[in-house]
Nanobody, 114 residues
Framework: QVQLVESGGGLVQAGGSLRLSCVASGRNSINIVGWYRQAPGNQRELVAGISSGGTTNYADSVKGRFTISRDNTKKTAYLQMNSLKPEDTAVYYC?????????WGQGTQVTVSS
């Protein structure tokens, strides 16, 4: 059984920063592949992805402000979010894959006030 636990969300003023963490457990062959977010009334969207080789990609809306990283030894991924904007408000989820299956965490709420 694969489990993902996100943390680090909260309430922050516009222009502030937050660092999200995602810890995976349950199997040795778990790859955390990205961070997604979902705002009320919107579909879940990719924020940042990271390949097995460490190549990263970002949504245009967060390029230059967010950075994804991963520590494979700790089965942990991070999302450093700087210069936050009210439109970044959403529930943030991490996604992992294992043996062809996708797994999601429970999400962590990020709220950016103007």
């Amino acid at each position: 059984q694969v489990q993902l636990v996100e943390s680090g969300g909260g309430l922050v003023q516009a222009g502030g920063s937050l660092r999200l963490s995602c810890v995976a457990s349950g199997r040795n062959s778990i790859n955390i592949v990205g961070w997604y977010r979902q705002a009320p009334g919107n579909q879940r969207e990719l924020v940042a992805g990271i390949s097995s080789g460490g190549t990263t990609n970002y949504a245009d809306s967060v390029k230059g402000r967010f950075t994804i990283s991963r520590d494979n030894t700790k089965k942990t991924a991070y999302l450093q979010m700087n210069s936050l904007k009210p439109e970044d408000t959403a529930v943030y989820y991490c996604k992992a894959t294992s043996w062809g299956n996708n797994y999601w965490g429970q999400g962590t709420q990020v709220t950016v006030s103007s």
